[in-house]
């Protein structure tokens, strides 16, 4: 099925084409350390330059940096697609800074960055404020910072940090962020802190990225059975570029689980899956499912409920040939929901009327 009017993109990806790029919003002290430091960039081997998964081959430039500037987006997206409104979220690895001060530095100037070059560009784009999870009060700093800018509609740290999300020293970032009633986005990629695999590290580039799967089961455990939930149970939760097919099956063994342990976490009064029916938004790219009806069909059924997934691009990454389609399956009336009311009902500072 075709994309109904007015599909609302989750998840946009602008790739910084250098720390150049980032000097003008930096203090003078760390634009400085650029050129005495001889820092050459961020780009990660989560998701490498110029691997073909990165940036789809129809969406790469020729001369020029892919998805670097506000023409791109237009072109690719935004107009071609007639998408109404779309969420950015800069992957530049900000994230592998070591020094708390330099890191809290790069990911403000990142945000600045996003507000400058994107938001301000076109009124269609909302933006993602990434946050240096690596210090919970700087986190929360940058919280603080940006939320007053109602065109930033969520937050969002990548899946793989230094500990499991859900510990108590970042129930501070989660308290800031129902404070100003935004979502945390959690996207798949990794700060490089640990092994990406619980067996240490990958020989391939392939195994670096199915492991975003494991990442996504531990880091939804943590911040189930932590309770954060319960302490926050207004706190919406988005995984972007997480799949959707793992999701049942994990939940169905965390479940097991829980019913021969529940004394263990006694605040975890629910059961997981019906909190996370309530809590939890996934992106549909990748879907992660055999393309035929029937099979969507059961992973919908499986889910058990209509309000969970949120359309989106994954631009420029290649998740998909072509203009986009929704799985087949999916009839009108949920493809509504997936593209726009989701969003909607999601992002509460999404306006679906602002239009170019």
């Not at 509609?153 to 510990?167: D, H, K």
């Not at 992660?288 to 631009?315: F, I, Y």
Request: hydrophobic fraction near 45%; proline fraction near 9%; aromatic fraction near 10%.
């Amino acid at each position: 099925m075709d994309l109904p009017a007015g599909a609302i993109d989750a998840d946009l990806h602008p790739m910084v084409p250098g720390l150049s790029a980032l000097a003008p919003y930096l203090p003078d002290l760390w634009r400085d350390q650029i050129t005495l430091r001889g820092m050459e960039g961020f780009d990660t081997q989560a998701y490498p330059p110029k691997a073909p998964k990165t940036v789809r081959a129809d969406w790469r430039p020729q001369g020029e940096w892919p998805a670097s500037r506000i023409g791109h987006l237009r072109e690719q997206v935004l107009d071609p697609w007639r998408v109404s409104r779309g969420i950015v979220t800069p992957l530049y690895g900000v994230q592998l800074v070591f020094n708390e001060d330099m890191g809290h530095a790069f990911t403000a100037a990142l945000n600045d960055w996003t507000r400058a070059e994107w938001l301000d560009a076109d009124p269609r784009l909302a933006g993602s404020i990434v946050l240096p999870m690596f210090n919970a009060e700087h986190a929360v700093a940058e919280i603080e910072r940006c939320a007053p800018d109602p065109r930033f509609v969520q937050a969002m740290v990548l899946v793989m940090g230094e500990t499991p999300l859900g510990r108590r020293h970042n129930w501070p970032v989660f308290e800031a962020l129902v404070k100003h009633n935004l979502p945390l986005a959690i996207h798949a990629g990794t700060a490089y802190r640990n092994p990406v695999t619980s067996l240490g590290w990958p020989s391939w580039y392939a195994e670096d990225y199915a492991a975003n799967q494991q990442a996504f089961q531990s880091t939804m455990a943590s911040l189930i059975t932590e309770g954060v939930f319960v302490r926050f149970p207004t706190l919406k939760v988005v995984l972007l570029e997480s799949g959707v097919s793992w999701l049942p099956a994990f939940l169905w063994r965390l479940v097991k689980g829980w019913k021969g342990v529940r004394f263990e976490v006694p605040w975890l009064d629910r059961n997981p899956f019906d909190v996370v029916r309530e809590n939890v938004r996934l992106s549909i790219q990748p879907f992660d499912a055999p393309e035929d009806a029937e099979t969507v069909q059961r992973v919908m059924d499986h889910l058990g409920s209509d309000q969970m997934l949120l359309w989106s691009s994954d631009w420029p990454h290649w998740q998909f040939d072509g203009p986009p389609r929704l799985p087949p399956g999916i009839d009108a009336t949920l493809a509504r929901k997936i593209c726009v009311e989701n969003a909607l009902s999601t992002f509460d500072r999404l306006a679906l009327e602002v239009t170019p």
